[in-house]
Every structure is written in C-alpha cells, then in structure tokens.
T-cell receptor, first 118, second 111 residues
Framework: DGGITQSPKYLFRKEGQNVTLSCEQN?????MYWYRQDPGQGLRLIYY???????QKGDIAEGYSVSREKKESFPLTVTSAQKNPTAFYLC?????????????????FGPGTRLTVL | QQQVKQSPQSLIVQKGGIPIINCAYE??????FPWYQQFPGKGPALLIA?????SEKKEGRFTISFNKSAKQFSLHIMDSQPGDSATYFC??????????FGSGTQLTVLP
C-alpha cells in the first residue's frame, strides 16, 4: 500500500446522508485519483487531480465531489445524489514527470474503503 | 474507444502451471500497459509494465508479451504458486495519463 492511507476501512451510510472518505499520501506525488470497484468489474475513475486546487471529472463523477487543498490530501464525498454508492473505493497517487519514460502513470493504491448503504 | 477487454474472467490452475491472462485494446494512442495484482480487501499493486517498443518483458516469474499489430498483450505466470491466487487487472494509458482498466481475472492456483 506504500505511503497512501485511506480511512475508514469500513463505512456505513444511511440513505440520504453524505459521507466523506479520507485519502492521504506521503509520497510527495503530484497526482491523486479516486476509483470505484464493484464485484466483477474493473476500476472506474471517479475524479483525479494533477495539481493542488485543480481536479477533473472521471468516467463516473455524478453524485461525488472532491477537493484538493493540500498536495497530500484528496478527500472524496459521496453525496445523497449517488444512487448506488455501495462499493469498494480506492485512492491512488502517481508522479507526474513529463518525458520521464518508465515512471509515468505508475499509480500506487491505498488499502481502500468499503462503503455500505444501509 | 478507450476500452480494454480482459479475459478470462476466472482461471484455475494447478501449482506449477502457467496461467495466461489476455487483454486487448482499441486505442492506438495507448503507450503504457501495466498489470496490477489485487488480494481480497486490499488495494491493487503494480506487478509489471511494458511499453510498445518491446515485445516481451520479464520480471521474476511474471512475463508480459505484447503484440502491437494485434493490439493485444498478455500476462504469463511461470511456475505458479498458491500465493499467486489473486485478481489480476491489465490497464492502458496514453498521453492523458489516465489508466483504463480491464475487468479483472480471478486466478486460483491449487496446491
């Protein structure tokens, strides 16, 4: 899991509630990512950020929000607008070095947070 | 098209066997192809990666074979062990740096 921590490990949410998942990295990586993983499916990108105070929507951003106020932190909020939030959520980070072949795109993942809606 | 298609969905081999997992992509702009290994309840970990200027890369018991003209790449695990039992994901990315993942292969190595 490298230097990426996610908390909590398990999270239970009632319908209609917003919840925030924490992701912190001490790898001094520029880029951070949030993925959602459902059984039998690959990882789907929710949001990503390549620099502080800037982030971009991924493939399934609806019902989620993020912030990137510090380089080390990239919290994800699952809002009540997300209709099917029960899933395993993974945070990742990577170096962004233009032209440095071999290091580009190597993403390091945290241990994940399993969110269950009751 | 950004999709990466992975097969098979699940695979069972005996200890010492050579499981092979295949992936195919459509976007010719992809230029980085990593494989990730994931154990239950854990985050994926980078296993091995290849760029399209080589046809094969080995790291220990893990080998990637890459066929640029067919837009396919595969993972071979030599002398597989029960400890290799995990889910394996292929992925691909291009200049935009966003990884597109395959759907995963659940590998079981029987003792």
């Amino acid at each position: 899991d490298g230097g990426i921590t996610q908390s909590p490990k398990y999270l239970f949410r009632k319908e209609g509630q917003n919840v925030t998942l924490s992701c912190e990295q001490n790898l001094n990586h520029d880029a951070m990512y949030w993925y959602r993983q459902d059984p039998g499916q690959g990882l789907r990108l929710i949001y990503y950020s390549q620099i502080v105070n800037d982030f971009q929507k991924g493939d399934i951003a609806e019902g989620y929000s993020v912030s990137r106020e510090k380089k080390e932190s990239f919290p994800l909020t699952v809002t009540s607008a997300q209709k099917n939030p029960t899933a395993f959520y993974l945070c990742a980070s990577s170096i962004v070095k233009v032209g440095l072949a071999g290091f580009r795109d190597t993403q390091y993942f945290g241990p994940g947070t399993r969110l269950t809606v009751l | 098209q950004q999709q990466v298609k992975q097969s098979p969905q699940s695979l069972i081999v005996q200890k010492g066997g050579i499981p092979i997992i295949n992936c195919a992509y459509e976007n010719t702009a992809f230029d980085y192809f990593p494989w990730y290994q994931q154990f239950p309840g854990k985050g994926p970990a980078l296993l091995i990666a290849i760029r399209p200027d080589v046809s094969e890369k080995k790291e220990g018991r893990f080998t990637i074979s890459f066929n640029k003209s067919a837009k396919q790449f595969s993972l071979h695990i030599m002398d597989s062990q029960p400890g290799d039992s995990a889910t394996y994901f292929c992925a691909a990315s291009g200049a935009a740096r966003q990884l597109t993942f395959g759907s995963g292969t659940q590998l079981t190595v029987l003792p």
